[in-house]
């Protein structure tokens, strides 16, 4: 890491302040290494009411020479999964609501970033034979990436925590839902 680039250098220190709510959890893990020279990952895990599991990935990547499909010398790579209801796995609505999700998160972090792209998926799976586990899972996946415009990617790492609340169904920071208690 020494031998790194400083702007490179400041974008991991800004990803490694970042504090989360309490119900999100960060962990840097083994970057990528082929995808560009400098490379930096964290995992995420959440549960939000339900006992609703997400889990997801957060990596930046950094050319000092820029890619042309990034428009720039970093990119955020997000990957969130969680698991959703049967019932919820059948709105045509839910991959739009999924994105809008990411964009939300990003607009209200005041996140400055180009070149945003990515697919949202539906998946259902059911289990046969002698594999353990419910008969049928429904899950959600987001893939996206997008351009941050300067190594200060505090934004952009908030915007990461609150997709993954999303993704939980964790309400809004200071929205408490309904049956829910308080404690002081």
Not at 60 to 87: C, M, N, S
Not at 124 to 129: D, K, L, N, P, W
């Amino acid at each position: 890491m020494t031998q790194a680039p400083e702007e490179f250098r400041q974008a991991v220190a800004a990803l490694q302040a970042l504090q989360p709510r309490p119900e999100v959890s960060l962990e840097p893990i083994k970057a990528p290494q082929r995808l560009a020279p400098w490379a930096y990952a964290l995992s995420c895990e959440t549960t939000g009411p339900g006992e609703v599991e997400a889990s997801g990935r957060l990596v930046l990547l950094h050319d000092p020479d820029g890619q042309e499909t990034w428009d720039g010398v970093f990119r955020l790579v997000a990957y969130v999964r969680a698991g959703i209801d049967k019932e919820l796995a059948t709105d045509p609505f839910l991959p739009s609501v999924g994105w809008s999700w990411l964009t939300d998160a990003l607009e209200a972090t005041e996140a400055e970033f180009t070149a945003l792209g990515g697919t949202v998926t539906e998946t259902s799976s059911a289990r046969f034979g002698e594999i353990s586990g419910p008969s049928r899972t429904d899950d959600l996946e987001l893939r996206a990436s997008w351009t941050p415009l300067t190594p200060e990617l505090g934004p952009h790492g908030d915007a990461f925590c609150q997709l993954m609340a999303s993704y939980a169904g964790l309400p809004p920071v200071g929205v408490t839902m309904f049956g829910q208690r308080r404690t002081s």
